[in-house]
């Protein structure tokens, strides 16, 4: 299972079938390596077959094509709508949640294929470099990293997309003959992005037909449509559409449900500029379609079910610390693995049914309710009916909260300051 | 200015103009108390000379309606949007933002006309008693509040509408002919909420009729409105919409505005489970049209103009604490002091302006740009242009970042664990 | 097992032996209930056996004295310890550690006798009543709580010290001849708290003889002490002293023998002014003897086997929190179940040996070392070792970390703005 | 002002008159630059004059030496005592923020004498290259550095000390004959560091000739020493010792006695093992006398004068984030900015006088007193007066705390969970 005589060792390159990683994996070749090509289906549309034959004929020793879709789902799509992670507020952290399953199924099969190194087609500038290269690192700390694109005699050899044409020309390699598009994305299950190229200028609305998951709110159905998704410790376990009978519980299927009934209402767009990993701020457009329909339904059964404080604590201490991880690639580290084990600790009493209904881009709750649970209790809450409640106890309670604002209001005054 | 002789003392009382404030008003009367009423007008649909009448008729030796509509704008409502502030993630603060300028004015008239006491008809289960009460001890610990929903003789005699009805026809208190809605409501510039009644049952979907600020999403104009928003610190300084010529720049024209386009377009509605201070679950809806526009503005700026490190400690440690502060009704406090001094110390560089579509209650952000900021940099953030950026600057990067990692990593692999 | 006929029903009074709790004895014979005394070993001074005879005496039906020393050590103190909890930087939270452990020992017995009631002898002003009260509501929602120092009729009949001797006198309750001290103080193995009296004045410094538990500094022996402190998953599993022969292993013995060597060597005084829970801040006294040895122990060896960001989030997320629900009497809560789970995820890797020096009031680490953690790594840590560091990395890594610097910077330049 | 014909540029070196930055003045000149030096005087122990000939001897054009040492205290030191700003809970920052200052003073003269490059002694590993080149590209982000331990040629030059020493001789650089410590050491008026070499192995006890600032404890007088600091809004201005007659006023001098007084009883050693910015453990040993006790005083009055969720809020949100900035060396950042502009705003009513006993290593506050603040009320405090306090109100208040309590103890009954 060693490289061949005379090789400076084998790659496995994270292969995309496209012009840069192919022109990367003759390239790689060209430099003495024995190159494998590693493909992740992660739910993105794609022809497997067709780049496994472009990865053989340019010249990969092995190609290997592994379904990561229900990992990616159960394994980190859950746990990030269960701690309702989300990068600076709006981000839902698409293509952050796909990197630790793909790099941990590169460097599984690199160690079993006796890989020295690996490689990726990243650019210098953007997240995915550093996402993939903290996962490779901390789980084989003695895998080497070949980042072409950040390697000079690459790069400078390479300045544009003409001099990889070229290149690919001159080495048959196949290019596909559909034009390029002015954008570039990412797509897995859980959502597409959409950047660089004309959405560089952060005022440029985007073209209509860049939109490529979900239909145009403007062009969805003139009808609502209504499911109900009933969770589990916080985990998606249901999901029921009366009016087309729909009952689907597996999580893939789940999910991949949930997505087929956000994209025909148009749920999920959003159009943001984000701040890097490395601090360079950049424009990006995002479809979660699925995504956005579980994690708004999440939040909502969580008003219902979560002790206030149980929820104030999680939305302030883990919430925003495992969107940061994730974006950041550090889910294989000593806090990501310390933050995964603590999101369910914060679930076991998510448990209920949500109602949702969709319409033209719109996403709203119209109900919730739980079996198992209790803290919310019809009765206490009502206005109407006092139950076990006595009334002048709330005397007491403001009564202690205003003794230390009595203290600061007098020396206000006494101090003549004004509010 | 001192009450009346063998008065118990002057009593300024939060007078709503409806059945329990006027028999609360009466009844204070009853106990030996001269009653000022005072209503604050904070954007209320409310026939505010009738309710004048009625509490004269009834029997307050004096009415006060101040119009606390801008103070309102300028001084909690665009502080809080600057802050982004929210309870329990969704929940826009709607109530929680009028508290504080009706306190103030209330205590400052009770101050002016001698009064030794307030009153108010907050009920004792909910959030506004506390609100309104610390508030009032803050702004003067010497004030002595009468909360007669607290006080047993009052709530034993009053156990429901019933016996207020019977005590209004016996004291000639007039009575509104309109029958009462199945739900309360609370109603200001920046949103109007509905709890209580047929919604204590939080699975009973909300009547399409209940909905009062924002036409129904499926009622909306089938094509979308498109408006621009500018913001100088982080304030709302214009909103323009070229369609149809509109430009406004005073912040209280622009909040109505904004209200206006909002509540066509069918934006700013939720429902939800929240937790009240108090410790009980509540449910409640809220419609915030132009505060849910301009938020979601607001945010959507900030990530082209705002440093990475200033939004990120915004966002952990003034976001959510101001939040809660205003839910607390803490606004009037030490530490309410201390966030709304900090809150404009992370706006300096909130400048420009924001592209904003609404459409059948989908609001979509499709461009931003900003004159005088240049944290963000079209040449840097492309993935075409190298800029000054030099791409094995990331390989160092990343090589640091992993030296903790691959150490966590090794001593992983040393004991066998699995990830 | 029921109360006795005619009685208003048993109760479960948390007796003292001293006059408050006494007194309040008799007096709730007198108002109908059936008094058991109930009586916790902490590990405070006392003698038990006489104060049992003593409840017998003026007509408790049972008494029950529990040791709960090793629980209090194993559940409540280590667990402090771990997560270095302290309450406004300085507090060792040394009576709210005991809180816990009492309340549910007397919720347990009162259960099983039958008692429909528990009392207490905590005033209204401190936090212990907040602290007792809330545990038992949580562990027994349907218990009635008695607090005599809250009632009314109670308070008023007792206004001091003399009314209380005075009815001691009428009931034959007997009365200690020892003089009182000029403060109150609480007990238990891992502290001893003084406060009221002359140390209300904050200003006055506490005479020699107050401090009971330590050594004066300035008497300790003229020579150190030192000792070694091993823990594993962040609990201290040894203690020797080569000196004279120690070693210990046992929890409770091992905590027993590091008061023993801090009292001796006068480790572990402070003197602060705090914010109690209902507002009001207020001035204690503390020793806190072997708690101080074993936090700065643990603090230090985490230096050497923490990860960084595992610690970070420990001391950001969990310590403080911790800390407050201790202090605020939030053991048995929603967060406090949250975050005693929590805790001990973050010490897997606490596994090492201190070496501590005690002399005269200071503590001083000396050494620390750990056989299985390998995140300290000698030749990486040394400057004169370059090992697998490229010095060339941390180029790109500050190059990196100055993108938005720089971008800031200029504006600042271009701004004129001066730091 | 420019560059000396054939030169390739100005470079100001931070130089310290010892082997290292004398070979890399050598070094740089070698380079074709035209060097000039400047030396910060910090406070540190320091032969100015000899390094000024030194560095001209071996080819400086020119020398600076500047006197930082106020703006040090007053710009940097004070801020982190208002702060109470630390680093993983026990590190003083003493190195920290020293650099901000150097760095700012570098660049000024940098700038003004036409220097296109800076350039200084640190090695790749450390913090210190961290801190002033980020501030360097922050101040001035044109500015190019010369990092010569980072870079290939000369680190492989120059492999260890004795290569330096043969350089030095050839060069007739002149070598002190001192014979060096096995350790390395920073050190300014706030404390002294000592690092590397035979510290480096953390079980190592640091011998006793070591501690340079500092009396050892056991050495230190028998009998105690008093004296009192003042603070006026968190800043210290007055330090009395009324056992000489001491009375210092002005920051700097009143800091430098702080020192005097703290180093001869022994005050202010830590023993460490740290995280630094790059992700290595280190070890350190720190002297910090006068911040040592200046911190534990500030702290105190804090306990005396802030209210409790101000001091809670600066604790959680600013304190630790103050001090990480500081740490990373990002004191010049946007969110360094931001923070040393929240910090003033938490010590407005930090006002009053804290009386410290100090004694062979230990440090205890004896008392403490305000003039003007007003929030903590013997009265109020008392156990013994009632004041305004209305026992009953903690019925209340207790009562409604255990609301969501009772609900959450009935749940875990109901569902058989044990606590």
Not at 6 to 20: C, E, I, M, P, R
Not at 335 to 363: C, F
Not at 402 to 409: A, D, N, T, V
């Amino acid at each position: 299972m060693s490289a061949a005589p005379g090789s400076k060792g084998k790659v496995l390159l994270a292969y995309s079938g496209g012009l840069d990683t192919s022109c990367i994996l003759v390239w790689l070749i060209e430099q003495g390596y024995e190159v494998l090509a590693y493909m992740a289906n992660v739910g993105q549309e794609e022809d497997f077959e067709a780049a496994r034959e472009k990865a053989l004929k340019v010249g990969a020793s092995k190609v290997f094509i592994e379904d990561l879709r229900r990992e990616l789902v159960e394994e980190l799509v859950i746990p990030t709508i269960q701690a309702n992670a989300v990068y600076e507020t709006v981000y839902l952290l698409g293509t952050s949640v796909a990197r630790p399953v793909i790099a941990r199924s590169q460097v599984a099969i690199a160690k079993r294929e006796g890989c020295t190194h690996v490689s990726h087609g990243c650019t210098g500038k953007g997240n995915d470099q550093v996402r993939f290269e903290l996962a490779y690192y901390a789980l084989d700390p003695k895998l080497q990293v070949i980042a072409p694109w950040r390697i000079p005699e690459f790069y400078h050899r390479f300045p544009g997309r003409n001099a990889l044409l070229a290149y690919a020309a001159e080495k048959n390699v196949p290019v596909s003959q559909t034009p390029s598009k002015p954008w570039s994305t990412d797509e897995n299950l859980f959502h597409i992005s959409y950047e660089a190229g004309i959405l560089e200028d952060p005022n440029v609305t985007p073209p209509k037909d860049m939109w490529k998951l979900t239909v145009d709110p403007e062009d969805a159905p003139n009808t609502p449509e209504r499911i109900t998704i009933e969770f589990k410790a916080g985990k998606p376990v249901r999901v029921t559409n009366e009016a087309d009978g729909t009952d689907v519980s597996d999580a893939l299927d789940l999910f991949l449900y949930l997505n087929t009934v956000a994209r025909r209402n148009g749920v999920g767009r959003i159009d943001i500029v984000e701040n890097r990993f490395i601090g360079i701020k950049s424009r990006g457009c995002y479809e979660t379609p699925g995504g956005t329909v579980l994690r708004a339904a999440h939040i909502d059964l969580e008003g219902l079910v979560l002790d206030r404080e149980v929820r104030a604590y999680r939305d302030e201490h883990i919430t925003p610390v495992f969107g940061k991880i994730l974006y950041n690639g550090l889910y294989f580290s000593p806090e990501g693995d310390l933050i995964t084990k603590m999101v369910p600790l914060t679930q076991a009493n998510v448990n209920g049914s949500v109602r949702v209904k969709l319409y033209k881009g719109t996403l709203s709750v119209e109900g919730r309710w739980s079996d198992s649970e209790t803290l919310y209790d019809m009765e206490q809450s009502s206005m109407d009916v006092q139950g076990d409640f006595e009334p002048t106890d709330s005397d007491g309670f403001i009564k202690i909260q205003s003794i230390r604002l009595k203290k600061w209001g007098a020396t206000i005054q006494q101090q003549q300051k004004k509010y």
